[in-house]
């Protein structure tokens, strides 16, 4: 009897009663990749912050104050979500992939 609905929203981009995940402010502001550490793998209750994100947390060690008005927290669709992932996640030598060449 614990099951509980996941929370959905609407996305401008993927439709109406799409299944939410929660991303830091900082994905979803920035262009350039931020790191991208999931915290909450389950399909429907998807969760993840950025590196900068990541350390704070680590230096506060709980969701203080200080660090939810850090995170930012922004509520996507799943597929907005997985865009996200893919954009922000860091390549395994933790060089930035490079902007230049384009134009
Ligand atoms: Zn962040
Ligand atoms: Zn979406």
Redesign the pocket.
């Known amino acids: 009897m614990s099951e509980v609905a996941p929370l959905l929203i609407n996305?401008?981009?993927?439709g109406h009663n799409?299944v939410s995940a929660v991303v830091c402010g900082h994905m979803v502001e920035s262009a350039v990749p931020v790191g991208f550490v999931e915290n909450n793998d389950d399909p429907d209750n998807l969760q993840a912050w950025c590196e900068k994100c990541e350390a704070f947390f680590v230096c506060e060690d709980d969701k203080t104050k200080a660090f939810l008005s850090f995170n930012r927290m922004a509520l996507?669709?799943?597929?907005?979500y997985q865009?996200l992932k893919s954009r922000h996640t860091l390549p395994p030598d933790g060089r930035l992939p490079s902007t230049r060449g384009a134009g």
Not at 11 to 14: E, N, W
């Open positions: 996305c401008a981009i993927h799409r996507v669709c799943v597929s907005c865009a």
